[in-house]
């Protein structure tokens, strides 16, 4: 099991940016890691995920070019750099582990990732 620690969240006017950062601890070798928000009324949507080994990530449509995720493996942390933050953005934003090495080949799909964040809030203003 993987246990995720999300931090990072607040609230910015549009345009503004902040950095969530999820650190990853627990016995279990971790080999996707994505973020995943949720807004009130919406259901979930993956943000951004990446795999390292491959070198591989993914980013949805309505985020590409304005956020970016890393990996800082000497602190078994990642990262997700939000730019250009505009207030469709707000959500609750969790973190996402997955142990199975199957993941590579669908980092957007919410069923591939075994632990979960408790979430953190981000709030972007008009």
């Not at 999300?6 to 902040?18: C, H, I, N, P, Y």
């Not at 627990?26 to 795999?51: L, S």
């Not at 959500?91 to 980092?107: H, K, P, Q, R």
Request: charged share 15%.
């Amino acid at each position: 099991q993987v246990e995720l620690t999300e931090s990072g969240g607040g609230s910015v006017q549009t345009g503004g940016s902040l950095r969530l950062s999820c650190g990853l601890s627990g016995a279990t070798i971790t080999y996707c890691t994505g973020w995943f928000r949720q807004a009130p009324g919406k259901e979930r949507e993956a943000v951004a995920a990446i795999f390292p080994g491959l070198h591989s990530t993914y980013y949805s449509d309505s985020v590409k070019g304005r956020f970016t995720i890393s990996k800082d493996g000497a602190v078994n942390t990642v990262y997700l750099q939000m730019n250009g933050l505009k207030p469709e953005d707000t959500a609750m934003y969790y973190c996402a582990a997955s142990t199975n090495v199957a993941c590579s080949s669908v980092l957007s799909a919410s069923y591939i990732y075994t632990d979960w964040g408790q979430g953190t809030q981000v709030t972007v203003s008009a």
